[in-house]
């Protein structure tokens, strides 16, 4: 059974620091996505990650993926406010479904 | 850009009745799935769509679950009979297909439901 971890599972940070979120899965998977979820809210689709090596990246936030090590990193440069949230990646197993890892909660402050 | 939509926003049931949430997905989806999660976990996959069939399902997905799509553009989740447990938000997800596989999941908005 695909099992998707994430670490930290919380993570506070001043603005202007960079940090790295992991997400390490257990079995195979072609596609991996991140997602970024406010409070009581849905989910956005953030990046679409789908071959070894892939690097994507949106403003402060950069997404990668290594297959051969099943891990993909969130790094995030120079964090403001606007990015506390909290980011899900979601692996797709042999079928369609998603498995969401645990959630990394991200609160930025001055 | 096209959204998800999903109907109500909040439900406030019962225990032991029966509920239906709704979703509208983008219209030229094809593949829908319901997730749901708990107050404060991860978001956890109960059933995928396609055809007019279920492709998938989960443990979580028994038989006080069904999906359907009964006029071509709702596709409902319904719950038979509640249980405390069964509170949590629940999301409505579409995607356009396996072949277009740099497309991500499109999630509504989600319906929170609290049963009492």
């Known amino acids: 059974e695909l099992k998707v971890e994430q670490n930290p599972l919380f993570l506070s940070m001043q603005e202007g620091k960079n940090y790295t979120i992991y997400c390490n899965y257990s079995t195979t998977s072609d596609r991996l996505y991140w997602y970024r979820q406010d409070p009581g809210k849905s989910l956005e689709s953030l990046f679409v990650?789908?071959?070894?090596?892939a690097v994507k990246q949106e403003g402060r936030l950069m997404a990668s993926l290594d297959t051969k090590a099943r891990l993909s990193t969130l790094h995030i440069t120079a964090a403001v406010h606007d990015l506390s949230a909290t980011y899900f990646c979601a692996v797709v197993g042999y079928t369609d479904k998603l498995i969401f890892g645990t959630g990394t909660r991200l609160q930025v402050f001055p | 850009e096209p959204e998800v939509t999903q109907t109500p926003s909040h439900q406030v049931t019962q225990m032991g009745q029966e509920v239906i949430l709704r979703c509208v997905p983008i219209?030229?989806?094809?593949?829908f799935y319901w997730y749901r999660q708990i107050l404060g976990q991860k978001v956890e996959f109960l059933v995928s769509f396609y055809n007019n069939e279920i492709s998938e399902k989960s443990e979580i997905f028994d038989d006080q679950f069904s999906v359907e799509r009964p006029d071509g553009s709702n596709f409902t989740l319904k719950i038979r009979s509640t249980k405390l447990e069964d509170s949590a938000m629940y999301f409505c997800?579409?995607?356009?297909?396996?072949?277009?596989?740099?497309?991500?999941?499109?999630f509504g908005d989600g319906t929170r439901l609290s049963i009492l």
């Open positions: 997800a579409t995607s356009i297909g396996r072949d277009r596989i740099n497309q991500p999941q499109h």
């Open positions: 219209s030229n989806h094809l593949y």
């Open positions: 990650l789908l071959s070894n090596g």
